[in-house]
């Protein structure tokens, strides 16, 4: 006769048929809007994409978002300039996608961005300021973004810094933010984070959430991507108008920025 020895298989978490929990997903709601309904600009040798406003002046209240009254992606063609103008009291930041951009302003700050760079400026009232492309053979192209200042007449101001890449790939890299403990992107005067991602499609997909009382707005700098279920492709944007979360995948190597302020 044959011993058996019986063995005891662990219990199971869940029977048959049992239904599994999945993690709860709260999609934010999407305002898309594709690159063919936004303004373009071409004087002065640039093509501009004016994204909330039909201009180079601040959204009204009805087209701004939260705080953020402007936002516009420039291409300056070599050698050509953005002249000396004026604005409101306003934070102006700014991102380079490709070449450099030289900027001056009234109070006597100057210097080049590269590409990769970002820098924030607080423009009082009266304050002029300028961008110029230096090279005589490469177009420059850079995001710039205005934030309500919610104290008027602050003192201008200005901080910059260079990312490289890989500071931003497959992750939300914090560029700007109220603010900041140190590599946590420059200061701005508003409740603003403005963040920068480079996503490779083989990484699979990536989150973001925001936080109650919060929205934004998202732009496709250059690539094809999927945003809770909306197909938006290089130069397409999206508002957030409300809370909750993002879900992102790429279908190609995508670049983004994402500002999320209170609304």
Request: aromatic share 8%.
């Amino acid at each position: 006769m044959h011993s058996h020895a019986r063995n005891h298989r662990p219990t199971r978490a869940r029977g048959f048929g049992e239904a599994i929990r999945l993690p709860a997903f709260d999609p934010a709601p999407l305002r898309v809007i594709r690159d063919a309904e936004m303004l373009v600009d071409t004087r002065f040798g640039h093509l501009v994409r004016w994204h909330l406003s039909g201009g180079p002046w601040p959204a009204s209240p009805s087209a701004a978002v939260g705080p953020l009254k402007g936002f516009h992606h420039a291409i300056l063609a070599p050698g050509a300039s953005w002249p000396m103008h004026v604005h409101e009291d306003l934070q102006a930041v700014t991102y380079v996608v490709s070449g450099a951009v030289e900027h001056a302003d009234s109070n006597g700050n100057r210097g080049v961005l590269s590409v990769g760079s970002v820098q924030q400026r607080w423009l009082g009232w009266g304050t002029e300021h300028s961008e110029w492309n230096p090279s005589p053979n490469e177009r420059a192209e850079f995001i710039q973004l205005w934030l309500q200042i919610p104290q008027p007449n602050l003192i201008a101001s200005e901080q910059q810094r260079h990312y490289a890449t890989e500071e931003r790939s497959d992750r939300w890299l914090q560029v700007a933010q109220l603010e900041c403990w140190p590599g946590d992107g420059l200061m701005c005067a508003q409740d603003a984070r403005v963040h920068v991602a480079r996503i490779d499609p083989s990484r699979g997909a990536m989150l973001y959430q925001f936080e109650p009382g919060h929205g934004g707005y998202m732009h496709v700098i250059d690539g094809d991507v999927e945003l809770n279920l909306e197909r938006l492709q290089t130069r397409d944007a999206a508002r957030i108008p409300s809370e909750g979360q993002l879900h992102v995948h790429a279908f190609d190597t995508s670049e983004l920025m994402l500002v999320d302020v209170p609304i």
